[in-house]
Each structure stands twice: as C-alpha cells, then as structure tokens.
C-alpha cells in the first residue's frame, strides 16, 4: 500500500509540468547510443507514447550517422567528414537517403507504433516539409585567405513548411522526420540532423527542444557538467574552444532554436533510461539547457 501511495504522490508531483506542456509541441532529436541500445529503444518510444497521451505534441527528428556509415563500408564506398559533416557524392546521398528514410525512419515509426503510438514517417521531401540549399563552407584562416571546402550535396534548411506537421499533430499523430532536404530544382541534400531538429523546433515555436546524446551534457574544459548556459555563456564556449566535433553543431542549433522563440533547449544523455520525463518533469531535470 505504502509503494502505491507514493506512486500517487510522484503523479501528482508531475501535475504542474503536465499542465504547462499541455497542448504543446515538443522536438526530440533521436539518436545516439539510445538509438542502439534495446532497452533504451523501448525506453524511448514509452517516454514518447506517455507525452502524446498526456496531450504533449512530440515531434522526432532522427540521426542515423552509424547506421549510414556501416551500409557505406559494407558497398565499399568510403566516407570522409569536414567539420563533423560528412562529404556526400551522388553515390552516397544515395545512401544515406535510403537508410535514413527508408530504414531508421521506418524502424522508429515501427517501434513508436509497437508501443501504442501512432507515429508517421516522413522524409524532408514528404509536403516539402524540409527546404535546403548546397551548403557554402568557409573556414577562416588568420592571416591566410579563407577556405572554401565544396561538401557535394551537403546541405542546410532555408526554410521549414510547417503545414503537415500542424495537421498531424491535429489528428494525434507522431511525425518521425528523416533529415533529407530538397531545394526547388528538386535536388536532394543531405543535412545534419541537430541542424534539422533546431530549424524544425524554431518553425514550429516548440516549447521545448531536446537533444539526446551520447555524453551527460554539455562539459567545460574541466569535463564537469554545465546544467545551463545563456547565449551569452554558449557563444563563448564556441569562442573559446571548450567545445569540439559533434557538440558544435549541437551548442549552434540550440542556439539558433532559443532565437527563434523556442523557450528552452536541452542537451541530455540518453544512456539515461526515461532521459526525456526526467528533462520535463522533474525539478532539477538533467543534461544542459540552453535559454535566451
Ligand atoms: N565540451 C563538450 N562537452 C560534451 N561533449 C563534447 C564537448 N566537446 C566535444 N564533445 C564531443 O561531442 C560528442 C557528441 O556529439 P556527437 O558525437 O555528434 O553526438 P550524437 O552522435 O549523439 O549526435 C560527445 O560524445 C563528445 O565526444
Ligand atoms: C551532412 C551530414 O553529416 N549528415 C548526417 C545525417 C545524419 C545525422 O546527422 O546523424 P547523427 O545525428 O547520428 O550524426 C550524416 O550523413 O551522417
């Protein structure tokens, strides 16, 4: 009886962060070990099941690096990255439209759906949802003339076309979003998905942005957890170096996320099992959150 009364009190714990999400929407980049792992799988797509029954929004987007690295080297295709993003001929763009839309898409819409979901995969194609152009990358060099780095069908978003995800929210569906783009001439770009999440998050004014990661959060040059970060702070740990590879892009799309009207964004581990509640309904919550 005991553990039951406490259930109770733990429930109603969560009641004012329920009552504050509900009816909003909320973006979850999936990817990472959370991704790999069967126990955090399930994990995962019950925390997801849970917010849409208690009147959240969840809206996934997903990553797939591994998955598209491992089908590159079994067609002996070699994959080189710059900057953290990969180089991306025609033969790979191939690629990696066929495993993220066509695999991790449908094995997240699977696994959401499996545990009482009703999640709808789509790729940026699907209503143009993701609008892209060739990524320019050009990295300044002190005292040399900067360089341009031609990253083939690399791209990055112009534009988010909120419509259907707005009517699939409407009807209680999850849309699961792969990160492939298309510009007007109906060229394919391969984008990074932390990039994806930000822009998607921002579009669609979300509540919340959330990263899930393979690390406790964001880390100082010390490695000790920094639990939250203005934009101030987050400039200039990019400034100062403190952060490095995969992080970058994920400190820049938080970033850009809170400046376009997303209230918080958060960078958690999902190694954690139920990482997500413990971001959303807990009080000290976990990882690190990014505001304005
Ligand atoms: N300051 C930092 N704090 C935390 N992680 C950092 C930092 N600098 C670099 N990293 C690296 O960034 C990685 C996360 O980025 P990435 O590998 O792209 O993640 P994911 O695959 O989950 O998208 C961490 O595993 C860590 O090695
Ligand atoms: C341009 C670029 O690098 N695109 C990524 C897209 C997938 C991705 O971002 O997956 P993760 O989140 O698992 O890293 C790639 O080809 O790997």
Excluded: W
């Excluded at 069967?38 to 959240?56: C, D, M, Q, S």
Aim: hydrophobic residues 45%; contains cysteine.
């Amino acid at each position: 009886m005991e553990h039951e009364v406490a259930k109770a009190k733990t429930l109603l714990e969560a009641l004012p962060y329920i009552r504050d999400f509900f009816g909003q929407t909320v973006v979850i980049k999936y990817g990472g070990h959370a991704m790999k792992d069967e126990h955090l799988k399930k994990a995962f797509a019950l925390n997801i099941v849970l917010l849409r029954y208690i009147g959240v929004n969840p809206v996934i987007v997903h990553g797939g690096g591994p998955q598209i690295g491992k089908m590159l080297d079994q067609l002996g295709i070699c994959c080189q990255f710059r900057e953290g993003l990969r180089v991306t001929d025609q033969a790979t763009m191939d690629v990696v439209e066929m495993v993220l839309v066509g695999k991790v898409n449908k094995e997240i819409v699977n696994l959401l759906n499996q545990h009482g979901g009703k999640a709808v995969g789509l790729s940026g194609k699907d209503g143009r949802i993701i609008n892209a152009q060739k990524m320019e990358m050009v990295i300044p060099h002190k005292d040399m003339p900067p360089e341009i780095i031609d990253l083939g069908k690399v791209g990055e978003v112009t534009d988010i076309r909120t419509g259907l995800i707005r009517t699939l929210e409407k009807e209680g569906f999850i849309p699961v979003i792969a990160p492939v783009g298309v510009d007007d001439d109906g060229e394919t770009y391969n984008i990074n998905a932390d990039a994806v999440a930000g822009a998607v998050a921002g579009a669609l004014e979300a509540k919340r942005l959330i990263l899930l990661t393979d690390v406790a959060g964001v880390l100082d040059a010390e490695g000790k957890l920094i639990s939250s970060m203005n934009r101030h702070k987050a400039v200039d740990a990019l400034e100062k170096g403190v952060l490095r590879g995969g992080m970058i892009p994920k400190v820049k799309c938080c970033l850009e996320a809170v400046e376009a009207g997303v209230e918080k964004a958060h960078i958690i581990d999902g190694r954690l099992e139920n990482s997500i509640l413990l971001e959303m309904f807990t009080k000290g919550g976990i990882g690190t959150e990014i505001v304005f």
